[in-house]
C-alpha cells in the first residue's frame, strides 16, 4: 500500500475528531480536504470510508461518557427503579436520559431513512455547506450577544425536560437536511434559544450523537454492497482510530472551553470557512 494513502487517511481521521465536535461542520471540512488532498479510492469507498471514520469519534463519547450514559449496575445506582430484585440494577435516571435523547432523535431519524439519498443528490454540494456555514456561525454570534448576561433556565442535564428534547431534535433536523448547518452547531444553537446552559447543550449534544451518527454510519454500510480490499481496509481502520484518538482530546477540550467562553468565535470561524468554501470552488469552476 502507498504509504502516502495511509497519512493521507490519518489527516482525515484528525480533521474528523476535530470537526465533529466543534460546532464548525464536519462536512465543510470533509469537502475541502477531499478537493485538496484526495484519498486515491472510488466515490463509493470514500462514502463508506466518511462514515467508518464517524463510528471511531462516537467511541470516544462512549468512553468517556460511559458511567453518565450506562443505564445497568448497583455502583452509585442512585436512582434504582426497585429496591429489590432485578429492577434495582436499572438506573432510572439513566433510563430517562435516553428516552430523553430517543425522542430528540426521532426527527432527524425518521427523515434520514426515509430520504437520505434525496438529501444527499439535493443538497450535498459546496454552495449548501457554504451557506449553512455562513448562516448558522452568524447565529452563533447573534443568540450569544443577544443572551449576554442572561441566565440560563436550565442548567442541569436533569432539570432538561422531554419537551425541551423534543424542540433540540428539530434543530437536529435542520443539520440532518443540509449538509454544513453541523449537528452539534444547530443542537447547540437550539439548545441556547431554549434558554438551556451551553455546558448542559453541548453535553447533551455528545450524547445525541451516539445513535444519530451510529444509525447513519450503518444505513450507509448496509447499502455498500461492494468488495472491500486489503488495502482498503487498512484505511478504514487507520482513520477510525485516529479519528477516536483526536476526537477524545477534542471532547474533553471543549468542556473544559466552554466553562468560560462563548461560541462567538467558533460563529466567526464558521462564516470564514463558508466564504472560503465559495471562493475556492468559484476560483476552481465547480460551483
Sequence with gaps: MNFIEILKAMLFGVVEGITEWLPVSSTGH???????????????FYGLFEVVIQLGAIMAVLMIYWNNIWPFGKKNNKHPMAEEGILSWVKWDKIELWLKI????VPAAIVGILFDDILDELFYGPVCVAVMLILVGAAFIVIETLNAGKKPTIKKLSKLDYKTAAFIGLFQLIAAIFPGTSRSGATIVGA???????KVGTEFTFYLAIPV???????KIIKYD????????VLLVVGMLVAYAVSMLVIRRLVDYIKTHDFKLFGWYRIALGIVVLAYFMLAGKL
Design 192 to 198: 441556547l434559544l431554549l434558554g438551556v446552559s451551553r
Design 213 to 219: 451518527m451510529a444509525g447513519a454510519s450503518l444505513l
Design 30 to 44: 470533509m469537502i475541502l480536504l477531499n478537493e485538496l488532498m484526495p484519498l486515491q479510492v472510488s466515490e463509493e
Design 226 to 233: 461492494m468488495p472491500i480490499s486489503g488495502d482498503e481496509f
Design 102 to 105: 430517543l425522542v430528540a432523535c
